[in-house]
Nanobody
Framework: VQLQASGGGLVQAGGSLRLSCAAS????????MGWYRQAPGKQRELVAS???????YYINSVKGRFTISRDNAKNTVYLQMGRLEPEDTAVYYC???????WGKGTQVTVSS
């Protein structure tokens, strides 16, 4: 599999979800991996990223609520999302930073 995101769903505001993304070794290995999201009518944006050594980056709107992690042995990256807000509603994708080919995302819907 190239990139396969899973774990999305419908959740009430304030709830939590954990997204997973399994990647092919050629994509994952030694790469900075990121979680992106695209809300209806908006451009895709980088939400969080993690280097192969575990250094992380978050956009301001998710700091303190989301946690990105990776399992290098499993070629998998995770996004633990907490205190979800309706503004977090989007299709979430994972990818290596700078890569232009995308896999299927997973829908996250947060109800108010």
């Amino acid at each position: 599999v190239q990139l396969q995101a899973s774990g999305g769903g419908l959740v009430q505001a304030g709830g939590s979800l954990r997204l997973s993304c399994a990647a092919s070794g050629s994509i994952f290995s030694s790469k900075v991996m990121g979680w992106y999201r695209q809300a209806p009518g908006k451009q895709r944006e980088l939400v969080a990223s993690i280097t192969s050594s575990g250094s992380t980056y978050y956009i301001n709107s998710v700091k303190g609520r989301f946690t990105i992690s990776r399992d290098n042995a499993k070629n998998t990256v995770y996004l633990q999302m907490g205190r979800l807000e309706p503004e977090d509603t989007a299709v979430y994708y994972c990818n290596a930073l700078g890569r232009s080919s995308w896999g299927k995302g997973t829908q996250v819907t947060v109800s108010s």
